[in-house]
């Protein structure tokens, strides 16, 4: 394995057991078998490998689970799909809700280069966001609107299910809002 690939997945490890306080690029060093030197020549700092990692996830996930979803036949389909990859990752991945966290309220106010990246990343799962709707929201300023919210959603309900994960049921939500939207669908109907 390439060091920066091991650099990585050992951030990743770390990330998930101890978080990004409790993970030094000295106890980091140690991890992979390497000198502190050796990450800042392929990082430059802590806050570039972290932020680092949060583009190549995005770029995962737009490669392999959201291409997936985008290939789904029908809205609903590709919904159910965001809102289950949305559950596992809240339940499986805490190495990305540390990460994300501590991107969004730690390091975007001291560092606006920082703060310009993760608006790209941000950018960018609004985009694919958008791109689901293509097809059934011809106005691309709503579908603008519509992926926007739908983030902000899903970062409501992250922040809620991290503050209280036994009170917030992801399916639950899910569920609920099929409803309200299947209840809405015939009164659009009659506007048109």
Request: aromatic share 6%.
């Amino acid at each position: 394995m390439r060091t920066e690939e091991a650099i990585v997945q050992a951030t990743l490890r770390l990330l998930s057991t101890r978080g990004v306080h409790g993970m030094s690029l000295d106890l980091l060093a140690e991890e992979v078998g390497v000198a502190k030197s050796s990450i800042l020549w392929h990082f430059g700092s802590k806050e570039e490998l972290l932020l680092r990692i949060a583009e190549r996830v995005l770029e995962e996930v737009a490669k392999g689970p959201a291409r997936t979803m985008l290939a789904l036949p029908t809205l609903e389909a590709r919904a159910d799909a965001a809102w289950k990859f949305f559950g596992e990752t809240l339940r499986d991945r805490p190495e990305l809700r540390r990460l994300v966290l501590w991107l969004i309220f730690e390091c975007v106010e001291e560092r606006p280069e920082m703060r310009t990246r993760l608006q790209q990343l941000y950018r960018s799962i609004r985009e694919m966001f958008e791109a689901g709707l293509k097809e059934v929201v011809p106005d691309a300023g709503q579908r603008r609107r519509i992926a926007m919210l739908t983030v902000a959603t899903f970062d409501g309900i992250f922040i809620q299910w991290l503050l209280e994960p036994d009170a917030i049921d992801v399916e639950a939500l899910h569920r609920e809002l099929r409803v309200l939207n299947d209840a809405a669908r015939p009164r659009r109907a009659r506007k048109d």
